[in-house]
């Protein structure tokens, strides 16, 4: 029996992506930019079965002991995907798998743990295949994962997402090493519990927000600017940006139909602090993907004052510090 086991990172958006122009294919309306996290990871043991009816799938969660079969939901998006990646390697899969995933992180929580679960099976899935793809077919598989954000996950670093105008130019790439700059990404757990409605539920929804058409005609400023602020390491507008961007976000997803409210009292509060910090000379910025936990993107000089501030908040249950880091590779 042959054992492929994959480590693949979740990632933080700067400048995110939210609402699908291509459901099917998972196109993006805009461009997005992010950050690998170096402790915010998935492991995925990918056991080759010659006996194709085999489809198991087992799960351990951030802090549990012993994995967990599923016979549920994940089961079935794994299922789907496998089908997805017959059509992209043109062949059947001749065998059956029992997959083994580990989070270090909570899951369903607001910090992307279906993108690194997603970028490392398509890994897996495509060695199980005997292939070999490019980093840019890579990411476009581990996109049509319906998790898009997993095709940032695979490049080392900071990873950049072209939306394209369709699927073999939509994919992310590196624009820097995870050497370039030396930000810090320390995520504050809020809460454990899994978000009630999936992200992937809330992007087809986002174009009956009134503000979305706003928010697409904007981006493509902050998109500008943001990549001339990392590429200066000019931390004051890029910060401001990152903020920017997160507060449009969430209010396209406060406005649609049905409106989607991820944060909580905590969340707002914070915010308020984060705010409170900077005024204090500590320079942090906040940004929320879709659900309640904040992440506090800070420079690595000021690591151990923003943690020290943040682990004191009774908001604050635990805190994940991460540094920039790799993509997808097997281990």
Request: with cysteine; hydrophobic share 40%.
């Amino acid at each position: 029996m042959k054992k492929i086991k994959v480590k693949s990172p979740a990632n933080i958006a700067f400048i995110k992506y939210w609402g699908q122009k291509d459901k099917k294919l998972i196109l993006p309306y805009n461009d997005s930019f992010s950050m690998n996290l170096s402790n915010c990871y998935t492991i995925v043991e990918l056991n080759i079965h010659e006996d194709k009816f085999v489809q198991e799938l087992y799960i351990k969660d951030y802090q549990q002991k012993e994995y967990v079969k599923d016979k549920g939901e994940a089961l079935v998006k794994v299922k789907k995907f496998l089908k997805t990646t017959e059509r992209f390697f043109g062949r059947k899969a001749d065998f059956g798998f029992k997959i083994y995933s580990q989070n270090s992180f909570p899951k369903k929580a607001g910090i992307a743990s279906s993108a690194s679960f997603f970028s490392a099976l398509a890994l897996a899935l495509t060695l199980a295949f005997g292939e070999k793809l490019s980093q840019k077919n890579l990411s476009i598989l581990a996109r049509l994962s319906g998790s898009g954000s997993a095709c940032r996950s695979v490049p080392d670093g900071f990873s950049w997402w072209r939306r394209g105008e369709s699927s073999f130019t939509s994919y992310a790439f590196s624009l820097a090493p995870p050497s370039f700059w030396d930000l810090n990404d320390l995520v504050l757990i809020l809460s454990k519990q899994e978000k009630k409605v999936p992200s992937v539920e809330g992007h087809l929804n986002a174009p009956t927000s009134p503000f979305f058409k706003l928010r697409l005609i904007d981006i493509k400023r902050r998109l500008r600017l943001i990549k001339k602020a990392f590429l200066n390491k000019d931390f004051s507008l890029f910060g401001l940006l990152v903020e920017e961007d997160c507060l449009s976000m969430h209010m396209v997803m406060m406005t649609q139909k049905p409106p989607l409210f991820y944060w909580s009292s905590q969340t707002f509060e914070i915010i308020k602090k984060t705010v409170t910090l900077r005024k204090r000379g500590v320079e942090a910025y906040y940004t929320i993907d879709a659900g309640e936990n904040v992440h506090i993107i800070c420079q690595r000089k000021d690591k151990e004052k923003v943690y020290d501030y943040f682990i004191n908040q009774p908001e604050v249950l635990e805190i994940i510090t991460n540094e920039p880091t790799i993509g997808t590779r097997v281990i």
